[in-house]
């Protein structure tokens, strides 16, 4: 018996024979050609095939998963016509007369590394869509093509990881769960499992080739591990525990469709963090009561230029539409030095988390600002749109955004006007929320970074696991505080950062007399449950 550990994706249990996927590796060779024209010729026959093949598995994914894990392959087919990458891999070619599956294996290489250095655990995630659809490019230029994992019975999946065209190649109706070695909470592994509601465990702590198929495994996501041929007195304990868990997953479907109210009649308002449109179908299915943090940075990453005012508009708009009456709220531009869009000519910090980051990089760059309040404004009209500043220290930040804002709205003199709110997610802005207060329509607890900041800890520093607190007194006491001070004006105050959906504070927020909650979509109905419950 051997037990790994690893990250959790879901608080889910799955017991069963271990099915083992072994990952394709194709060896790049760098090869110097005489004709470039007909290399780039060859390219482009490449980026075809992979286009071509990318429509199908879009296809494939509505059928077998949902338009959520389906959407992928149209952000993947988007990549291979981003022009930022393209001349990445033509420019390569072109300078240093190499073969076309080099220069992308390079192009690979280069962005991959953009996005896995970023501070943001989604964006973070993106690093395996850019390698999982360089790699398709790269098997079509050497004819390698698809190729198929086949399962034959249910089993537990155990792999190196698993790219987004792996995932759908699954039959989705035999994976009981999946561990992997590599992988985040937020890869396509991750959103994989939660879309069925399986057990998996990432970035676990075991070697691929000492575990073999046929044998059988345990996944335990309640305690982020994984046990690998378990005595049968452990089989027989987890069977139970499976028992139960089959009969607590249907009695969570009762509370769709019910209000979040605790038994002392507090009503919460149970929103949804997303990242783009196409988590949409995971907030509906589970029935969120709103948006409370749309991020709208994943619109100018991996781009050669920021995104125009149109393209905004229609992701702006197919979010609020979806949504009806529900508030959504949109977070303007956070991203900095760490989250890197090189149009932006942003230079290395040694401290990014503390540099031009979110609201300061804004007001040095108004065009861009102007441009994303002007898309928003646009797509006031379709919705309940809530407009939400990051990063807000002081007053005067809030005076230079209202002249821009007001530039803006004389302009576009939109039908609606959306709710203003900030993010309150540094000490500053906590300790002087009384004043901010008088001049937003709410505040949301951003409450990863108020942790660091307020602990003066990188929250991403791999040794300060053991110091790290996000349940310190100093961090409970600012949120109190914000939240008292919200009251005090008459607006609302909600959370969005990961303690909204730690259980063991629910109590604590609603004391506090938090107004609002905003976690993944996962998380939606065992909040409910827990809120619901709250006494």
Not at 417 to 437: H, N, R, V
Request: aromatic share 6%; with cysteine.
């Amino acid at each position: 018996m051997q037990e790994f550990r690893g990250k959790s994706v879901i608080d889910k249990i799955a017991m069963g024979e271990v099915k083992v996927f072994k990952n394709k590796k194709t060896e790049v060779k760098k090869t110097l050609i005489e004709d470039v024209s007909l290399e780039i010729v060859r390219l482009e026959e490449g980026l075809k095939a992979s286009t071509d093949q990318l429509s199908k598995l879009y296809k494939k994914a509505l059928e077998s998963v949902s338009e959520n894990d389906a959407e992928i392959f149209e952000v993947h087919k988007m990549m291979l016509e981003d022009d930022g990458f393209l001349n990445a891999i033509k420019d390569r070619i072109k300078e240093e007369n190499v073969c076309a599956e080099y220069a992308v294996e390079c192009a690979k290489s280069e962005y991959a590394k953009l996005f896995a250095n970023m501070d943001d655990e989604y964006m973070q995630a993106r690093a395996t869509d850019v390698k999982d659809v360089s790699d398709r490019l790269i098997n079509n230029l050497l004819n390698k093509g698809e190729g198929d994992f086949e399962l034959k019975k249910p089993s537990v999946i155990v792999a190196y990881d698993l790219s987004p065209s792996e995932t759908v190649s699954l039959d989705k109706s035999k994976i009981l769960g999946i561990l992997t070695v590599k992988g985040s909470t937020n890869s396509h592994t991750a959103i994989l499992a939660r879309t069925m509601g399986v057990a998996a465990i990432v970035s676990a702590d075991f070697n691929l080739e000492n575990v073999k198929d046929g044998e059988t495994i345990i996944l335990d996501g309640f305690e982020s591990k994984a046990i690998y041929e378990p005595d049968d007195s452990l089989i027989s304990l987890y069977k139970e525990k499976l028992e139960k868990q089959s009969k607590d997953l249907e009695s969570l479907k009762s509370f769709i469709g019910k209000e979040t109210i605790t038994k002392t009649g507090k009503k919460i308002n149970l929103f949804a963090n997303i990242g783009a449109p196409s988590d949409l179908p995971s907030v509906l299915s589970n029935d969120a009561e709103g948006i409370g943090l749309f991020r709208s940075e994943f619109l100018y990453i991996g781009k050669t230029e920021a995104p125009s005012e149109e393209e905004q508009f229609n992701a702006y708009k197919e979010v609020l539409e979806k949504m009806g009456d529900k508030p959504v709220i949109i977070r303007t531009l956070d991203i900095g030095a760490d989250k890197k869009a090189d149009y932006l000519g942003l230079k290395d910090e040694e401290n990014p988390a503390m540099g031009l980051r979110a609201i300061r990089l804004c007001l040095t760059n108004k065009d861009i600002f102007k441009t994303q309040l002007r898309a928003l404004l646009r797509a006031s009209e379709y919705g309940n749109l809530h407009i939400m500043y990051p990063m807000i220290t002081s007053g005067s930040e809030l005076d230079k955004i209202d002249v821009i804002y007001k530039e803006v709205l004389n302009d576009v003199k939109p039908k609606k006007l959306p709710k203003i709110g900030i993010m309150i997610e540094t000490p500053a802005a906590a300790i002087i929320s009384d004043k901010l207060a008088k001049r937003v329509d709410f505040f949301s607890i951003g409450t990863n970074d108020l942790t660091q900041y307020t602990l003066a800890m990188d929250r991403q520093g791999e040794n300060l696991d053991e110091f790290f607190d996000p349940h310190h007194e100093a961090v409970l006491q600012l949120i109190r505080i914000t939240i008292d001070n919200a009251h005090k004006e008459g607006i609302w105050a909600g959370i969005c950062g990961e303690l909204a959906a730690d259980e063991s504070l629910t109590h604590e927020f609603i004391k506090m007399g938090v107004d609002e909650l905003s976690v993944s979509p996962a998380k939606l109905l065992d909040l409910r449950k827990a809120i619901i419950s709250e006494s």
